[in-house]
C-alpha cells in the first residue's frame, strides 16, 4: 500500500496550480462578489521563520475557505523593502542594501511558494521598486498641495546611534525601538504629516470598524481627545502692582475648580518666563536647570518623588479671587496641554503627592454620588456630586463641568477645550534606503515639489551610504543628482536629501494589489472599487497604532480627494498572537531560538506544519513553538491518506452521516470566524469517528471530507481528489458543502468538559450517556486528550446534561 510522502506530494500540486493559474485573481467573475483577505507584507529579512507561517499559512485557511464559499477572492502579497533594518544589515555585512534585499526577496519568495497558500503572486509588490515609489512619492504630492504634507521645525526624537529622527510611535520608554538607544531631543527642521487634522474623524469612525476592541481601544487611547478647559490666571507678582501677568492652565476636570489650592507649572515655563525677563532666586533658577535635565519619562512616572519650588508668585482664583501659590514642578510637562495646571489634591493623585511633600493644602469639593464624605488620607479621583462650591454645590461633575466652562467663557477667562494627545506624524529620515521626497530646495522659491511627470524621483545608486554624524542624509554625498534646476524659477537649486519613514510606503500598498502595473495611476479607479476596501486585515497587534492608524490616515485623507471611494480601508482586523521560541521567549536571530520552518517541512511537509500551527493555540494567542506535538497531526494526516487507499463503502453510516453534517456546520462557522485549532480538532474527531465506525466512506462523503479539510491541508486533499477520487479540476475550486439541518438534531448534547476546574473542551455526548460513556468521549477529545497525556485520573465529577469534571494529577 502506498504511504503518505508530503514531499513529493506537495512540490507536484504547487506546480500545478502555478501552471493552471489557480490563484491568479481576475478583477470580475461573473455571479461573484470580491474580497480582499489581506495579511501585512512581510519585511524581507533574510528567510521565513515560524512567525511567518504563523502571519501567512493561517490565514490563508480563512482565504481558501471563502473562495470556496462562492466569492472572488484575492489573497495579495508584497514586500516592505525599504528601511532601516536592510541598511543596517547591509552596513554590517559590507554589501549594499539594494543586493541584500533583492536576495531576500528572492529567497523569501521560493519559501512562501513552499507554504502551499493561494496568494497570488501575479500581483506581487515591492515598496523599493521604482514603479511603485512613483506612486509613494505621489501621494506625497498630493498631500502636500492640500497642506497635509509640510516643513517645520520642532523637537524630533533623535536616535544617537541609527542617526535620524523617530516618529513618536517609534519610540518605546524613551529608547528607540529598533536598536534600544536612548533617544534624544532635538530641535530640526522635518517633512511632517498634519494627522492631527483627522484626529477626530480617526476616533469617530472607530466605533464602525469590525476590529479588536484592544486595537479600537490602542488607537483611541494614541489619539488621547480629552474634553476639558482652560483658564487664564491673573498673577500677582512680588515687587509688582499691576496684576498683568497671566498664566494658562488645562484641565479635564473644570468641575473640581473650588478645589484648586496651588497652581503648578512647568520647568519648561518657567524657563520661558525666564527668557523673558522674570528673574527669581537663585534657588529657583537652580531648580528649573536641573529638572530640564530629566526626562519626561522618568518625571511623570507615578508613585516618583515629586520634586518642585515654590515661585513666590500667587494667582487669583477667577471665582473666588482666593491668592494661590504658584509653584514649580517636574511632573507637570511643558508639551503637554499649556504646560500648566490648575493642582487640586483631594481629587488628583500627583497632585496629592506634591502637596503632601510641600505640606500645601488641601481642599475637598467632589464626593461619590449618594455617599458620604470622603476619607481625605486618600484621593477621590472619580466624577461625583460637588460641595463646597458656592452656586455648584449638588450639582453632578459633568454639568458642573458644563457650567463651569460657560461661566469661565462668559468671564473672558477661558473656556472649554478639546486638546489631543497625537502628534503629527515626523516622516522625514536622515537615511539612504528609503523614498526620496519629491521636492527641490531653492533659495529664491523654498520649497518647490517634484513636477508630478517627473516622478519617481530615484534613489541615486551611492557607495558610501553610511549616515553621516552632522545629521545631514547621506543622500546629500549623491553630488550629481542633488544639483538641479529649480522647477519655479529655473536657478540652481538642490534636491531634498530626506527619505520617507517606511510607514510611508506601507500606508497605501494594498491599494497597489488592485492594479499593481499601471503606469498612469497608482491604481484604475474601476480596479479600485472592485476590491476595496479590504474585507479582512490579519496581523501583529504590534501594529495596533502605527501602522494601522497612519494607513486610516491615508484613506481619510485619499477619500476626500476623491481618490477611493471608501473611508475606512479595512472593514475587519483580527490580530494574531505570537510564535515564542521553545524556551518561551520572542523567537529571534539572537536568542537564537529560531525555528527554520523549511528543517519542519522538509521532515513533515507544509500540510502538517500549517495544521499543527493552527492546532497549537487560538489564533489571536499564539504561545511557544513546541515540536512535542506535530507527530499528533503529522498521524491525523496519515490516517486521512491510508483511509484513501481504501476502496470507498457502498453504504453510508448513519452515526458518520451525522457527523459528517455535524462537522461540516462547525468547521464553517470555525473557519468564518478564525477559530482554527477548533477546526483541526473537529476534523480529529470525525476521523475518530470514522474509524470507529469502521467505514471507509461513501463516494459522496469522501468528497465532502476532503472539501472540509482541503483549506487546511491543501496539498494532500488536492492529491486524494485528483489523484484517487479522479477529479478533473482541483479540490480547492469547490464550493463550501452544504448540511441538511435535520441531520445535526440529534438526541444527543454539547456537554462541556474541564480538567481540574479549567474548560478544555466541549464534546458532543448522547442526552443519556452514562459517566463512562461521557470519559470516554472526553478523552477522544484531541483538545480535552493534551491535557490528560501522562497524568491519572483521580475522580470524576459527573453532572449528567451539565457537566464533566476530570481531576487529574
Ligand atoms: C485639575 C484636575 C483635577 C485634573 C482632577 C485631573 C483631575 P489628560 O486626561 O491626560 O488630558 N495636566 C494638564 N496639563 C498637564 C501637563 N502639562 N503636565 C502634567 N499634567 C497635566 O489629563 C489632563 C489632566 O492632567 C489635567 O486635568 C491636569 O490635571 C493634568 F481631579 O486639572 B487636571
Ligand atoms: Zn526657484
Redesign the pocket.
Known amino acids: 500500500m502506498a504511504t503518505y510522502q508530503p514531499s513529493k506530494i506537495e512540490k507536484k500540486w504547487q506546480k500545478v496550480w502555478a501552471t493552471k493559474k489557480l490563484s491568479v485573481t481576475r478583477d470580475r467573475v461573473k455571479g461573484k462578489e470580491n474580497k480582499m483577505i489581506l495579511v501585512e507584507f512581510p519585511y524581507p529579512s533574510g528567510n521565513l521563520h515560524m512567525g511567518h507561517w504563523y502571519s501567512f499559512a493561517l490565514p490563508d485557511m480563512y482565504a481558501r475557505y471563502w473562495r470556496m464559499r462562492g466569492y472572488n477572492v484575492m489573497y495579495p502579497i508584497g514586500f516592505d523593502a525599504f528601511g532601516l533594518p536592510a541598511e543596517n544589515a547591509a552596513i554590517q555585512r559590507n554589501i549594499h542594501p539594494e543586493t541584500w534585499t533583492k536576495q531576500n526577496i528572492a529567497y523569501m519568495t521560493k519559501q512562501l511558494v513552499s507554504m502551499g497558500t493561494m496568494f497570488d503572486f501575479s500581483r506581487v509588490v515591492s515598496t523599493i521598486d521604482p514603479a511603485y515609489y512613483a506612486w509613494t512619492q505621489w501621494m506625497f504630492l498630493k498631500l502636500h498641495a492640500r497642506d497635509l504634507a509640510y516643513r517645520a521645525k520642532t523637537m524630533v526624537n533623535w536616535c544617537p546611534k541609527d542617526k535620524t529622527v523617530l516618529a513618536n510611535e517609534q519610540v518605546v520608554d524613551g529608547s528607540c525601538e529598533r536598536c534600544g538607544a536612548v533617544v534624544q531631543q532635538k530641535l530640526l527642521e522635518q517633512w511632517m504629516m498634519r494627522t492631527t487634522a483627522y484626529a477626530d474623524q480617526l476616533i469617530d469612525q472607530l466605533t464602525d470598524l469590525d476590529w479588536p476592541h484592544a486595537t479600537r481601544v490602542a488607537q483611541q487611547n494614541w489619539i ?1 481627545r ?1 474634553d ?1 478647559a482652560t483658564i487664564r490666571w491673573r498673577l500677582r507678582i512680588p515687587g509688582q502692582t499691576d496684576d498683568a501677568h497671566t498664566v494658562e ?9 473650588f ?2 489650592t496651588f497652581l ?1 507649572i ?1 520647568p519648561e515655563l518657567a524657563k520661558k518666563w525666564m527668557d523673558v525677563g522674570w528673574a527669581p532666586s537663585a534657588e529657583v533658577k537652580n531648580y528649573v536647570s536641573r529638572a530640564l535635565g530629566r526626562r519626561e519619562l522618568d518625571r ?1 512616572e507615578a508613585g516618583k518623588e515629586k520634586t518642585g519650588v515654590a515661585t513666590g508668585a500667587h494667582a487669583i482664583h477667577p471665582l473666588t479671587s482666593e491668592l494661590l501659590p504658584v509653584w514649580i514642578g517636574d ?14 489634591p ?6 496629592f503627592e506634591f502637596a503632601s511633600t510641600f505640606h500645601l493644602a488641601m481642599k475637598q469639593v ?1 464626593v461619590p454620588v449618594g455617599g458620604a464624605h470622603h476619607d481625605l488620607s486618600s ?1 477621590f ?1 472619580d466624577p461625583g456630586v460637588l460641595v463646597n462650591s458656592g452656586p455648584y454645590n449638588g450639582r453632578t461633575s459633568s454639568e458642573a463641568a458644563a457650567m463651569i466652562g460657560k461661566k469661565l467663557h462668559d468671564l473672558g477667562v477661558g473656556g472649554p477645550k478639546r ?1 489631543y ?1 497625537l502628534r503629527d506624524w515626523v516622516l522625514s529620515r536622515q537615511r539612504y534606503w528609503g523614498v526620496p521626497i519629491p521636492v527641490i530646495n531653492c533659495s529664491a522659491c523654498g520649497h518647490v515639489p517634484v513636477p508630478e511627470k517627473d516622478l519617481p524621483v530615484k534613489l541615486p545608486p551611492l557607495k558610501d551610504f553610511k549616515p553621516a554624524d552632522d545629521g545631514r542624509s547621506p543622500l546629500a554625498k549623491a553630488t550629481k543628482w542633488l544639483k538641479v534646476k529649480c522647477p519655479k524659477c529655473g536657478g540652481a537649486a538642490e534636491r531634498e536629501t530626506d527619505t520617507m519613514d517606511t510607514f510611508v510606503d506601507s500606508s497605501w500598498y494594498y491599494l497597489r494589489y488592485t492594479d499593481p502595473t499601471n503606469k498612469k495611476k497608482f491604481a484604475d479607479p474601476k480596479k479600485l472599487a472592485a476590491w476595496t476596501p479590504v474585507s479582512m486585515y490579519i496581523g501583529g497587534a504590534e501594529h495596533n497604532t502605527m501602522h494601522l492608524l497612519y494607513s486610516r490616515f491615508f484613506a481619510h485623507a485619499l477619500h476626500d480627494m476623491g481618490y477611493v471611494r471608501f473611508i475606512e480601508p479595512f472593514t475587519s482586523r483580527r490580530n494574531h498572537g505570537i510564535i515564542l521560541g521553545p524556551d518561551g521567549q520572542k523567537m529571534s536571530k539572537s536568542r537564537g531560538n529560531v525555528v527554520d520552518p523549511d528543517k519542519e517541512v522538509a521532515q513533515f511537509g507544509a500540510d502538517t506544519i500549517r495544521m499543527y500551527l493552527a492546532f497549537m493555540s487560538p489564533y489571536e494567542q499564539g504561545g511557544p513553538w513546541d515540536p512535542k506535538g506535530i507527530n499528533g497531526v503529522y498521524r491525523f494526516l496519515n490516517r486521512v491518506f491510508n483511509l484513501y487507499q481504501k476502496p470507498a463503502d457502498k453504504n453510508p453510516v448513519t452515526v458518520v452521516e451525522r457527523a459528517l453534517h455535524a462537522a461540516t456546520k462547525k468547521i464553517g462557522d470555525d473557519l468564518n470566524a478564525m477559530s482554527l485549532n477548533t477546526c483541526v480538532s473537529e476534523l480529529m474527531k470525525l476521523i475518530n469517528i470514522i474509524e470507529e465506525a469502521n467505514t471507509t466512506l461513501t463516494k459522496p462523503q469522501r468528497e465532502r471530507f476532503l472539501c472540509l479539510l482541503a483549506p487546511l491541508a491543501p496539498h494532500l486533499t488536492d492529491e486524494l481528489w485528483q489523484g484517487v477520487l479522479k477529479k478533473k479540476t482541483s479540490v480547492h475550486l469547490q464550493p463550501w458543502p452544504s448540511y441538511t439541518p435535520a441531520l445535526l438534531v440529534l438526541d444527543e448534547i454539547q456537554m462541556p468538559v474541564q480538567v481540574n476546574g479549567k474548560l478544555r473542551g466541549v464534546i458532543t455526548i448522547p442526552a443519556k450517556a452514562g459517566q463512562d460513556e461521557a470519559q470516554r468521549r472526553a478523552v477522544a477529545d484531541p483538545m480535552i486528550a493534551k491535557h490528560c497525556e501522562g497524568v491519572t485520573i483521580r475522580k470524576i465529577i459527573y453532572i449528567p446534561g451539565r457537566l464533566l469534571n476530570l481531576v487529574v494529577s
Open positions: 488621547g480629552s476639558g492652565t488645562f484641565t479635564t476636570r473644570p468641575d473640581t475648580l478645589g484648586v503648578a512647568s511623570m511632573y507637570v510637562l511643558g508639551s503637554y496641554g499649556t504646560g500648566a495646571i490648575m493642582a487640586v483631594a481629587h488628583d493623585n500627583r497632585d467632589i484621593v479621583s486638546t494627545k
